[in-house]
């Protein structure tokens, strides 16, 4: 056996230390004046709603950065969350690097792997690389949903894609007062809760700013690149209690008088061109005068929620800002803001109160609810504001996130760098066509950086996005990205500057039609942001010669094969393929990590049941497997020498109590779930083989919450009344397990289309 090779040394090495030459590697260093680069990601916020973009959602410190630098007001994105942030972080197009739609699952074609591809280094590992500090704090959601339990694996995570320290959540979305939480590799607890005036923003400025701090105070010399993507604006809309006062009553006019003002707002910032309409609104959004009083109330709290959520994440905004000031680190520090994509269509045409009982096909009125209008925005909802306010939102455009027009992917994007832009160009406006995939070629040109050929032993894709460094200190440079394709779930769109004149070709695909049969519109975007003059019929000419231009991209992006599947696709997580097939038996042995919503065994919607084996002794009580919240959940418990489970469904809460006692000493517990008819079912409850009582389901949850599930306690807000969380279990568990039985093809179906819902 050949021993292994030594590390490279470039010294000499003799019989003796007089005869030899030392050497000492030399890490990396970009140089001490290098600037800082700070991203800040906000969710699902649409074009119109940050003040200085239109507003009246107060977000001074948002606009103390347009005011104090550049605000871009032709910014694109794609229309959904994933594919944006793999665009923003590699340069590339989010086909070719893996990502054309969420990281919930896989399709076995190179464009969707659920991760952004290896091939495609980000730009965290790109300077790392180069000397940089690098710090994430916020949402990922770049890693396969299968992949992010404490089992790993962790090749995806953010401290294996150049992250240095990372402090958030990987899922798409999670509760700001009890969220899950991963610190680098692995859960932990949130630091507080709700009634310690807790929240998720808060947290994550305050372990960014943790971790600039530690950085800079020991290591002053080394520049840092820090990611801050908000969970902040995605449902659920939530907010400390005197953010929620501040709006109360502000939006009683409704969206439509709203928009006008928003609108109007626009023009006069300039940041809409005065040739542009307001659109009209979208098909299935009401006139507010017409909405019965009720849902005029019912809507009108959503909004409030969603901007004092804004207020809120722009104060959070406020605290990086004035830290970095404070270590004298703002100056040089290229500070970017910006939207992942439009507002969203998420919560229907009413708004949800719970998002959960509204992905369940259970759809309350106004009228229902408004009896608990107070706990809007607070830690009892999980509220999404309706169509209407969604597209005030988007204002002047039409439509939403997850579509292709503009109010899908027109979004804000603010540029601050006072040592980098002259100061005669500060708080003006930058109106060139720019992409997402062109912001990290952008940072590369100021940083002085190349882009490696390979990374870690992988040929890299070439960078596709266009640098827009040339505008940053002159408005009137050109645009340099003049073609750019957009695609989700089969809707398309081509943007193309030809001659001065910046053309869209666009379609709105309907899930299960042929593409060949898709209603293409044209639209000239110079005079027409807001696509209201459809020029398809009189100049067929040109959309076709934009739709060829369309499929030429595609080939060359890896956009195909087209794929409008969606609900299918989240099912296929559950497949037998998968580590979580829909029928496995899971078994836990405390201690052990929160286990997400995505790796947790699926119980909604079928037979299941759950055996442990505990040891107990007389006064022992707590939990000993829940999933969920107080919203909507399921949880198993010991207390008052009975087995107890409750299943609640949307505060509708089912209560079983075994009629025998628990025995001191070892004992083995059952609780078994039956699908009877329909959404309907039976819970049992056994005690060492007895049957102890049964009770009647008259509603199984298809899905059961976004929160996962905890083995021995009950993280986060407490699923059952009949406690406080996070009442962990006093005696010990053996033994816990969980057979899950078959889904149906329509259980599955119902399963998958609550989870795209939330996305």
Not at 687 to 693: F, L
């Amino acid at each position: 056996m050949q021993p292994r090779p030594l590390p490279s040394f470039e010294g000499r090495i003799g019989k003796t230390l007089e005869d030899s030459v030392p050497h000492y590697p030399v890490r990396p260093h970009p140089g001490s004046d290098s600037p800082n680069v700070v991203i800040v990601l906000i969710d699902d916020t649409g074009f119109a709603q940050l003040g200085c973009f239109g507003s009246d959602i107060d977000t001074p410190n948002i606009d103390a950065l347009a005011t104090g630098g550049l605000q871009f007001t032709n910014f694109h994105v794609t229309p959904l969350c994933s594919p944006t942030r793999a665009a923003l972080l590699t340069g590339r197009s989010q086909h070719s690097v893996g990502m054309r739609s969420v990281s919930n699952h896989q399709t076995g074609f190179p464009h969707q792997l659920g991760h952004i591809s290896n091939h495609a280094a980000t730009i965290a590992e790109v300077l790392q690389s180069e000397g940089y500090a690098t710090f994430c704090a916020g949402k990922w959601h770049l890693a396969p949903t299968n992949d992010i339990s404490a089992a790993g694996p962790f090749d995806q995570w953010p401290l294996a894609r150049g992250f240095q320290r990372f402090y958030g959540f990987l899922e798409g979305e999670t509760d700001q007062f009890y969220p899950e939480l991963v610190v680098d590799n692995h859960h932990i607890e949130p630091p507080g809760k709700p009634e310690d005036g807790y929240h998720l923003s808060a947290d994550l400025v305050n372990q960014l700013l943790r971790m600039i701090n530690d950085s800079k105070g020991i290591r002053p010399d080394r520049p840092f690149f820090a990611y801050l993507p908000f969970g902040a604006t995605h449902a659920p809309h939530q907010a400390p209690e005197p953010f929620l006062q501040k709006y109360r009553g502000r939006y009683d006019e409704g969206w439509d008088v709203a928009r006008e003002r928003w609108y109007a707002k626009q023009l006069e910032l300039g940041v809409t061109s005065a040739s542009t309409q307001l659109a009209p609104r979208n098909e299935g959004v009401e006139a507010w005068d017409q909405l019965p009083e009720n849902h005029q109330r019912f809507a009108a709290r959503l909004q409030e929620a969603f901007a004092a959520f804004l207020d809120h994440t722009d104060t959070q905004v406020g605290r990086l800002v004035d830290g970095l000031q404070r270590m004298g680190e703002l100056e040089n520090t290229i500070f970017l803001f910006l939207a992942d994509n439009g507002a969203s269509q998420e919560g229907g045409p009413y708004g949800v109160m719970h998002e959960m009982k509204f992905f369940n096909g259970v759809f309350d009125s106004p009228d229902e609810l408004i009896t608990h209008i107070e706990d809007i925005g607070g830690p009892h909802s999980h509220s999404n504001y309706p169509w209407g306010w969604a597209q005030c939102g988007n204002t002047p455009f039409k439509w939403y996130k997850q579509n292709t027009h503009e109010g899908g992917v027109h979004v804000p994007m603010i540029l601050h760098w006072p040592a980098g832009i002259d100061s005669k160009e500060l708080g003006t406006l930058r109106n060139q066509f720019i992409n997402v995939s062109d912001v990290v070629p952008t940072l590369y040109e100021l940083l002085g950086i190349t882009a490696p050929d390979s990374y870690k032993g992988h040929e890299q894709i070439p960078i596709t996005g266009a640098s827009f460094a040339s505008v940053l200190n002159s408005a009137e440079a050109p645009a340099t990205n003049r073609l750019q394709y957009f695609e989700q779930f089969g809707s398309r769109a081509l943007i193309a500057e030809q001659e001065g004149v910046t053309w869209k070709a666009v379609t709105r695909h309907q899930k299960g039609a042929s593409f060949e049969d898709d209603q293409w519109e044209l639209y000239n975007l110079s005079v027409d942001q807001s696509e209201c003059d459809d020029l398809a019929v009189t100049s067929p000419e040109k959309l076709e010669e934009l739709i060829d231009l369309w499929w030429e991209q595609a080939e060359l992006h890896g956009v195909l094969p087209l794929d409008d599947r969606t609900i299918e696709l989240f099912g296929s997580r559950l497949d037998d393929h998968s580590p979580h097939p829909t029928h496995r038996k899971y078994r836990y042995r405390p201690p052990m990590s929160p286990i997400p919503a995505q790796v947790a065994p699926s119980p909604s919607g079928r037979s299941w049941e759950l055996k442990a084996r505990v040891a107990y002794k007389s006064g022992d009580e707590g939990v000993l497997y829940a999933m969920g919240n107080e919203n909507s959940g399921i949880t198993v418990f010991i207390q008052g020498e009975r087995l107890v489970i409750d299943y609640n469904a949307f505060n509708d809460h089912t209560l079983l109590e075994s009629s025998h006692p628990l025995l001191e000493g070892e004992n083995n517990l059952s609780v078994v779930v039956t699908r009877t008819k329909g959404r309907e079912g039976l819970i049992e409850v056994l005690v060492n083989g007895v049957a102890c009582g049964s009770a009647e389901l008259s509603f199984m949850m298809r899905m059961i919450s976004s929160i996962g599930a905890s083995v021995g306690m009950d993280r986060g807000s407490a699923v059952s009344t009949r406690y406080e969380s996070p009442y962990p279990f006093t005696g010990a568990i053996e033994d816990l397990t969980i057979q899950l039985g078959r889904r149906t093809m329509n259980e599955e179906k119902a399963k998958a289309e609550a989870e795209i819902s939330r996305q």
